[in-house]
């Protein structure tokens, strides 16, 4: 489909978009209540649980197994144990993490060669946008996983370690292949090793899980066999357990697409389509599964929209899932984009479907979080229909730009300290030729991410532009 066709559709659309009021749809499938199993020990319970758990793993087994020295213990015990309390949280928290690259630059500078601490230094204390730096922090976590892999730290430390330094080698290029080959064997190893203990609390299940498949999703040999090496081990201790139907079911759904490939439908393979439709028909059936077990989860919910899309259900079964996801968390932007893209004209939507939804997100009292930012997505995706040129024009528009405008305000109102989002605002700003709102962005901004806009010279020279175009009195 020609670019020209897309972008005076795409205009209808927002005219469209702009005239109508919100439209809240709702699945026409009867919903029905899950079976709640037995009772669960409750959200505290489980944080509690998992912060002694980390504690254990990380300060008593530095002060059972690390390198001691006055000079640097206080230091390295306050980095490993905020970075406890960040593995409990589940997301960044900007305190923490300042706490454990200050508390590992101090134990660093004072002599510590304990390989958990320098590992914590070389993931925290080394963050850099510097593009030099780069690979000398990709260096220190390799030095660091090597040293951690021939400790006697806990083996999820060793896990964790291997897997950061395989993801920062393979960002070098292949000349580090062999190197990220072998730390990827070794995540899996240490990994293996994790699960043959059942009081590893279920969020670490998950999230391990989700790492290491995360790390091999581009081998999709390597991947199906690290599944089948650990999946044993969810069946032997978390069985009934709704993270395990929802680790299989992520799992089936990636491999199927994995099957499939990017490409457009017809050039799909017959055994392609096949694997293709099997699999996620163990998605479905695993997701379902952890619905049930969970329905609290608004995880298995969003995968299974994804599942929807693949296996070509009407929109009702799609808004069934979408509806579940959004009771249980009305913050789900995961959700939200799961549907924007069933929504997708690639997948039998419209434009005007998207910015339907979009504007739905934005204008919801019911919804919050990143839902809002919907609406930038969903102008994102379109624009990703035209070519260079169209998509310059695209950004240009006023509609486009009050959409925005719009998400990011509501959104940075109620997250004014969130300066990643603020960074994507900017560079929203400078799309659209507002010079105005660029410059007053950029002095909210806090500390520039130059490595975001593409390096120190790109960003100073947008800045010029900005300062040049805006009229001074």
């Known amino acids: 489909m020609k670019t020209s066709y897309y972008l005076g559709l795409l205009c209808l659309a927002l005219v469209t978009a702009c005239d109508s009021s919100p439209v809240t749809t709702r ?26 758990w980390n504690l254990n793993t990380l300060v008593k087994s530095y002060d059972k197994v690390g ?39 101090i134990a660093v500078q004072k002599g510590c060669q304990d390989p958990l601490v320098k590992y914590l230094h070389a993931r925290y204390g080394l963050a850099t946008e510097n593009e030099e730096d780069i690979l000398l922090r990709a260096e220190a976590l390799q ?39 072998g730390f990827r064997k070794q995540a899996i190893f240490f990994w293996v090793q994790t699960l043959q203990d059942s009081s590893v609390p279920l969020g670490e299940v998950y999230d391990g899980c989700n790492d290491l498949l995360n790390l091999l999703e581009r081998n999709p040999a390597q991947y199906g066999n690290a599944f089948l090496t650990f999946e044993p081990l969810l069946d032997r201790h978390w069985p009934k357990e709704s993270i395990t139907h929802l680790i299989k079911g992520q799992f089936y759904k990636r491999s199927a697409w994995q099957a499939r490939g990017s490409g457009l439908a017809d050039t799909v393979s017959e055994a392609g389509w096949k694997t293709f439709a ?33 296996k070509e259900q009407e929109k009702d079964q799609m808004e069934l899932w979408f509806t579940r996801a959004m009771t249980a968390n009305p ?9 924007r893209n069933f929504l997708e004209p690639k997948w039998g939507g419209t434009p005007q479907d998207m910015l339907a939804f979009g504007h739905e997100c934005l204008n919801s009292t019911n919804w919050g979080g990143m839902v809002p930012l919907t609406l930038v997505d969903a102008h ?21 730009w009050l959409d925005i405008k719009a998400a990011f ?28 709102e660029l410059n007053r962005q950029v002095e909210l901004m806090g500390p520039v991410n130059h490595a975001f806009f593409g390096g120190r010279e790109a960003f100073e020279s947008m800045m010029r532009q900005a300062k040049a175009k805006v009229k001074t009195p």
Request: with cysteine; aromatic share 8%.
């Open 380 to 400: 994102q995706s379109l624009a990703g229909y035209l070519d260079k040129d169209d998509q310059v024009r695209y950004w240009k528009q006023p509609e486009v």
């Open 409 to 436: 305000d509501k959104y940075l109102q109620a997250n004014p300290e969130d300066t990643t989002r603020r960074h994507w605002y900017v560079l929203w700003a400078f799309r659209a030729g507002q010079w105005e």
């Open 331 to 339: 913050n789900s932007y995961e959700a939200c984009k799961a549907k």
């Open 143 to 181: 030095a660091a996983a090597q040293a951690l892999s021939e400790s006697e730290y806990p083996a999820v430390r060793k896990f964790y370690a291997c897997v950061r330094a395989a993801e920062a080698l393979h960002l070098q290029g292949s000349n580090h292949w062999n190197e990220v080959v």
């Open 27 to 52: 699945p026409k499938t009867k919903e029905t209540t899950p079976a709640t199993g037995k009772d669960k020990p409750t959200v505290e319970a489980q944080k509690k649980s998992r912060l002694q």
């Open 278 to 310: 099997e699999r996620l028909d163990l998605a479905e059936k695993s997701l379902t599964k952890a619905w049930e077990l969970d329905p609290g989860d608004d995880r298995s919910a969003v995968v299974m929209i994804v599942v929807a899309m693949g």
């Open 67 to 105: 390198r001691h020295n006055s000079r640097w213990d206080k230091a390295a015990t306050a980095a490993l144990a905020a970075f406890a309390n960040l593995r409990t949280t589940g997301h960044p928290v900007d305190s923490l993490q300042n706490e454990i690259k200050q508390s590992t630059t």
